[in-house]
């Protein structure tokens, strides 16, 4: 058991992205990323996905309305619901989602996909 700094383990990171895990519980995994402009549309068909902003501004596009996300805010969208994270320009985000969750979900693959198990760990 180890106390996780979260300002420590972005500087680690440098792919925008790219989620990387820094903690795991209940079979959920707490995940690192630092975002870069427009992602792409998904939704996750059986997962919620929580985004809580460390720094940057984050807006999560629905296909009805935009959540505006500051730091120190977090947004859970439920499963089922397709949205598009917008950083402005960057921002950098701990995400809490199933183990199981691919981050593209069901966007067709792409060079952001990452498979659960090929997910980098700090």
Known sequence: MEKVNLKEKLTIIDQPWSPT???ELNGQYVKLARFDGAYVWHAHETEDELFY???GRLNIELRDRTIE???GEF???P???EHKPVALPKAEV???EPASTLNTGTAQANQWTRNPEELDRL
Do not use: C, D, W, Y
């Open 21 to 23: 895990i820094v903690g």
């Open 53 to 55: 902003v460390v720094s």
């Open 69 to 71: 996300l500051a730091p």
């Open 75 to 77: 947004f859970i969208v």
């Open 79 to 81: 499963h089922g619901v």
């Open 94 to 96: 701990l995400l809490f």
